[in-house]
């Protein structure tokens, strides 16, 4: 059975959370808590079978793949749906069209471009570090906004696909609702990247795999 490896207070595993969900993929669920394993970040034994030290990662038999776009890749190409779609629209088959692979594929860098920067900029800002302060850190916001006025352009109030609820639509969801919660930088007022969280919050794979947060 493929395993896999995650954090509840991870927005790049909640991605993947909310997938396996979509998918009804049969799957070992496995939580890794930060910092209580081994003085390691997620343990020696995930730590060495995932050399990029974050969290999701899957192992399928023999193979281990990491970094959530790849995972959700993965899993779509040999993990295709159990049973009837559990929500309309219905999930995409693929992460990209293949009439638009380049314009998908650029769609999903920029929203993980924008997740990368928000959790640089909030990590620094918990350790009392002033994002205004600092020329790296309004870089990153500078590039945050950027991303989310080019991926407010791109989208439509049903999603970046219409008629489907694609991987472009799940990152945008769990990054944005990060971001809310976070509070680190504010996307609001963008009213296609508004309708689209607005239209998929309430979905039941994305309700019921909420992110955690520590108290």
């Keep these: 059975m493929l395993s896999f490896y995650f954090s ?7 991605k993947v959370r909310i997938l396996l969900d979509e998918l009804g993929t049969p799957h070992e669920p496995i939580e890794l808590k930060p910092g209580d394993m081994d003085g390691k970040l997620f343990g020696e034994a995930y730590e060495s079978m995932v050399p990029n030290l974050r969290v999701p990662g899957i192992k399928d038999g023999d193979q281990v793949v990491f970094e959530s776009n790849f995972i959700m890749a993965y899993l779509l190409q040999n ?5 009837a779609p559990k929500a309309q629209p219905p999930l995409a088959t693929a992460m990209v069209r293949s009439s638009h692979q380049w314009q998908d594929n650029m769609v999903l860098a920029s929203i993980e471009t924008l997740l990368n920067s928000a959790i640089n900029m909030a990590f620094l800002r918990l350790s009392g570090v002033k994002i205004d302060e ?37 990152n945008t969801v769990c990054t944005l609702e990060w971001m ?7 996307w609001r007022g963008r009213p296609t990247l508004e309708a689209i969280v607005s239209r998929y919050t309430d979905r039941p794979s994305v309700k019921s795999n909420p992110l955690v947060f520590p108290g």
């Design 134 to 170: 600092v020329r790296y850190l309004r870089r990153e916001r500078n590039r945050c906004e950027s991303a989310m006025d080019w991926l407010e352009q791109q989208a439509t109030a049903e999603g970046f696909i219409p008629g489907v609820f694609s991987a472009a639509d799940i």
């Design 8 to 14: 509840s207070r991870s927005p790049y595993a909640r």
């Design 180 to 186: 809310d919660a976070r509070k680190v930088i504010p």
């Design 79 to 83: 993990y295709p749906l159990q049973g």
